[in-house]
């Protein structure tokens, strides 16, 4: 672009490609707008027939060169968070470089800056699910003290996770720890007479952790025909709502042994 | 519906938005979307008593919200539709679909589980009707973008 006609290297414009649908999916953008980006992408660099298949675990970018052969690379997704922020950053990427603003090198840069954007530090995102279980209790007509019960319980539990992550551990064992301890505390804390209403206490903090968007986003994808996503995404889903409900029974489970009564 | 739901809802929203690392102006916008979608919602489904509908008419709703903030804001409007659902998602009925398997209950149990999938159904849906309703009013300006691809001329004169 700005120097001159320099080509660019087919292998790079792939690579380059393949992160922006990486990037995108890590962040929890949609499988179409990740294929989309890297199919526009590769375009713009001077790819030719690009084509991109994504999945929630992985994506397969391919294309003809200037030099006549195809080009095709695989890369494999194993985290996944939401991270809308660099959703909007990588198509607003895409856009450019397909308008001609951006020169390849310039874009190369700006995906880098994007993908060592920082999430939230552990106060922040510790606040943000306080926030979040406190006032989602309110809505399911829990009262006042209910709603502290619940920001307590969700800003100890929003820890859990990246803990256990660290770890090594999978996703499916943060989720059951972290349904049964929000049950186990919201409990306690109604025998203690801090809540009022378990039900409310207990779904406020659940709600950090259900995976309600995961759900819809599997119905999403298979309705806009990315079949297979919306299958693994229905099974991911699935097994975290499992895992949940696990925990959550078997604290409810352990109540009751300890003697505990059973809310209705 | 009682006057201050609304309120609440959108304060959640805002917060799961905070969480899904959205800053600055998106987040009061995220928000809205989610009041909005509950203000539509809960007096919806008081007034046919369906879950299923009030849901999918107040995820419309949503979608065409996302949308305009999208158009306004230059940015993917799903950004603004995932937050604006965090409301409707039925976290609500995954919790008791547990309860009723743990008091031993399992036809309640299967009754809520589907219900549950149900509504989540409806949210899909709804989001997917405002999104192909702007696909089709939109044409135009993606028909433009299509003729100006790769190859040809360079917007910013570099």
Known sequence: ?264 | MRLLEPLWAGLATAAFAAMFNLRGKDLPLAAAGGSLGWAVAAPLQAATGSQAVAYCAASVVIGIWAELIAAIRRRPAAVYAACGIIPLVPGGGMYYTMLYYVRGNGSSGLATAFATLQTAGAIAVGLALSGAASRLLSLRAIARRIGRRPGGVDKAGR
């Open chain 1, 1 to 264: 672009m700005d120097r001159g006609d320099a080509p660019i290297d087919p292998d790079e414009a792939l690579l380059f490609a393949a992160d922006i649908a990486r990037v995108m999916l890590e962040s929890g953008g949609e499988t179409y707008r990740s294929e989309e980006a890297a199919v526009a992408a590769a375009g713009a660099l001077g790819g030719a027939e690009a084509e991109c298949y994504a999945t929630p675990t992985g994506i397969t970018v391919s294309f003809g060169g200037l030099d006549g052969r195809v080009h095709s690379i695989v890369r494999r997704i194993k985290r996944r968070a939401m991270h809308l922020e660099r959703v909007a950053l990588v198509e607003a990427l895409a856009r450019s470089l397909v308008a001609g603003a951006l020169d390849f090198s310039a874009a190369s840069e700006e995906l880098g800056r994007i993908e060592g954007l920082r999430g939230r530090g552990p106060a922040s995102s510790s606040a943000a699910a306080a926030a979040g279980a406190g006032f989602f209790t309110l809505l399911f007509g829990g009262a006042w003290n209910d709603a502290l019960v619940a920001a307590a319980t969700g800003a100890l539990i929003s820890r859990l996770p990246p803990v256990m992550a660290r770890r090594q551990l999978p996703d499916f064992f943060a989720n059951l720890v972290a349904g049964a301890a929000a049950t186990f505390l919201c409990l306690v804390a109604r025998r203690l007479g801090f809540a009022t209403s378990a039900d409310a206490t207990v779904i406020g903090v659940l709600m950090l952790l259900v995976p309600g968007i995961a759900v819809t986003n599997a119905i999403r994808d298979t309705i806009a025909g990315d079949l297979v996503s919306g299958v693994a995404r229905g099974a991911d889903a699935f097994m975290s709502a499992a895992a949940i409900s696990v925990g959550a029974g078997a604290a409810y489970q352990a109540w009751r042994l300890l003697g505990g009564t059973i809310p209705s």
